[in-house]
């Protein structure tokens, strides 16, 4: 009989043993090639029956005090990387001449990014994906033996290539030629120089691609201009800066375009007609943005005709059929996944699909005969889900409204396209709406009141306002008429045994929490405890503060305190929405994670052959999750900062101007302060607070100057002076002109406490917040 063997040496436990160490529980989590959990704990050290209630405190204790952390992909060593990572191979070598990497969404105040040896392929892997220099890649990584702290990585896939290429300002010299200045923060004080000859037709001071050379004998790398992408004197350039920068995707191959315009319109009268239905004469409409030219979903509800179900609904929301057009495997989806998601700029839109599928083929226009998936829920009066069914049909939307159009007409204004379609359409959609209204109240979801800025450019590109747009019913209405199909496209899934991709949003961390905590005491607030975490607890903590000073401030911390939402294989739950299962369905043109769902759900219910492909599985699909969350990663980076720049350059003529903001964040080298007129962050240098030494108090969250006790605590309301605008790095300086308080003295808590970072500080002008839920 084969011996059993115990991690570490260690031998079977005796009944009501001792715990294992936390030394041989850490060791135990290192060493396991698998996702290690609890069970697997309990199960490898022999702990049975009430052992493992002792085992769970000892497991709560170590994640309090920072020894392990805690995922959706299990328990692992605080400060160390899952399985498979996305990384980011430096664009210099080690040493030994190695490829070096780093994980590309390592969070800063874990530390700094641990490295991973790219080992390249050899023997008979040799024709595997073989990453280069400043490439992005899917790593299967394992701790190196020799090197504590460091990784060795394994290239799964290749998924992004970097021509050795970079971004920068030209500075233009009298002799010819010149230097880069790179836009990139990391690369700051490291120029790069251009030969005579070697500039092009760029012009000093423009923003420009640079092909990298090698170092010449002064340590200068050297440099050619391949692009001159314009002037940075003009905001238009302003988001190439962050297309470049992000590595975003931006042109389409000629392959990709040729096979979009060989695109033929779905018909009824196809190869694959039989799996359509003919739904063109059902009143579906379309309500988005005024300035939408990609309409990808339709809705419609009317009265249940069951006795059964008095006062309910069937409500249905139907969605344009990409996957009739983007097949497995070709041109358009190999580019779709490239790119992930579409990127919203002010000035202009990075598609992930080519405009003759996303705003022609795909969009769901007025009258005109479109392919669709289609979800139909019946709905009790109360907004409960009594079931659901997929459809693959064809469909003609009856009209195509703006929010604001819609909302009008529910609101006695209607005109000449609402007025038909009020009371046979729009009605019974208001009134399936509040019927689920009540149903998502019951259910108690995160209910953040953050107003979303947008800015609002002139004819020539420049910044003309920043505007908070008014939250209408209407908009409310479609994001929970989305929510509800996102839900039934899962709960499908799971029925038919499918894999998919989910929307996986993790409870906050025990650091979170004890960071949320810490901001909350320091403006007279406690806490509430709680044995479990659910979104009513912050719901609860947002209605302290309801009209107050700290509301939108409290707001923010709440939202950073989140965890970041992912696409995953493995189901983990949706905490923000309060929802056991969930995946993104309702946006297919420019999420390739809905292009998953919509081609797993054609494969589970056999409506066509352009489904998930056959020998495509869980493995698969956490790769392309790991992918897509990147991608999307990019995208909100590139987003805001692109925001920050274009107010950074509307505010550079109103150097010296006074404005009012709020303390967003506390460090020792200086507040992070929000205005209140634009949404802009701005930083004020702890040597600008005044002629005396300001303490920098971490537990309070404020700096307190010494002699006179003058304080700046997080939330504060101020005055600034903006002294400095740096459109490029989209970047403010500030001095306070007024605000602050005074306290009462209190004893020095010296420096800062390990392993509490407060989640509003970050370390430089340059560097940037954005965490989002």
Partial sequence: MAKRLHPKGLHP????????????????????????????????????????IELKRLLKEMQEDGAIEKD?????????????????????????????????????EAGPAPLITVLMPRGRRADGPAPGTGDRALLKIEPDGDTPGRYLGRVIKVI?????????????????????????????????AVPPGGEGDALDGDLVTVILGREDRFGLTQGRVKERLGSLGSEKAVSLIAIHAHGIPHVFPREVLAEADAAREVGLDGREANDREDWRDLPLVTIDPPDAKDHDDAVMAVPDPDPANPG????????????????PGSALDREALLRGNSVYFPDRVVPMLPERISNDLCSLRPGQERPALAVRMTVTAEGRKLRHSLHRVMMRSRAKLAYAQAQAAIDGRPDEVTGPILEPVLRPLWDAYRALAASRDARGPLALDLPERKVILNAEGGVDRVIVPERLEAHRLIEEFMIQANVAAAEILEAKSQPLIYRVHDEPSLEKMRALGEVMASIGLKLPKEANLRPALFNRILGMVEGSEHQLFLNEVVLRSQAQAVYAADNAGHFGLALRRYAHFTSPI???????????????????????????????????????SAAERR????????????????????????????????????????????GADGFVPISTLGAEYFRHEEGRHALVGERTRQTFRLGDKVEVEL????????????AIAGGGRTSAPAPARGGPRKGRPAPATRDSLTKRRGRRA
């Fill in 723 to 734: 002294m400095e605008a740096a459109p490029v790095a989209g970047a403010l300086r500030f």
């Fill in 635 to 678: 995208a909100m980076a590139a987003e805001r900062e692109t925001i920050d720049r274009l107010i950074a350059h509307h505010l550079a003529d109103r150097v010296g101007a006074t404005f009012s903001g709020q303390v967003s964040g506390v460090t020792r080298s200086g507040l992070f302060i929000k205005l209140d007129e634009t």
């Fill in 160 to 192: 992004g290539r970097n021509k050795a290429e970079t971004l920068g300002v030209f500075r233009a010299l009298p002799t010819g030629g010149g230097r880069i200045v790179p836009v990139d923060k990391k690369a700051q004080g490291r120029e790069i």
């Fill in 312 to 327: 309910g609904f069937v409500v249905t929301v139907a969605i344009a059929d990409v996957a009739a057009y983007v097949r």
């Fill in 13 to 52: 436990k005796p009944a009501h043993a001792v715990l294992p160490t936390r030394e041989a529980v850490l060791a135990f989590i290192e060493d396991s090639p698998q996702k290690v959990g609890k069970r697997e704990i309990a199960q490898a050290f022999g702990i049975k029956g009430a052992d493992k």
């Fill in 72 to 108: 959706r992909a299990g328990l692992r060593k605080a400060g160390s990387l899952p399985p498979v990572v996305v990384a980011d191979i430096d664009t210099r070598r080690d040493r030994d001449g190695e490829l070096v990497a780093r994980p590309a969404n390592w969070d800063p």
């Fill in 590 to 628: 420019r999420r390739y994670a809905d292009l998953i769902v919509h081609r797993a759900l054609i494969r589970a219910l056999r409506l066509g052959s352009d489904g998930l492909p056959p020998d495509m599985e869980g493995g698969d699909l956490a790769q392309i999750g790991q992918q897509i």
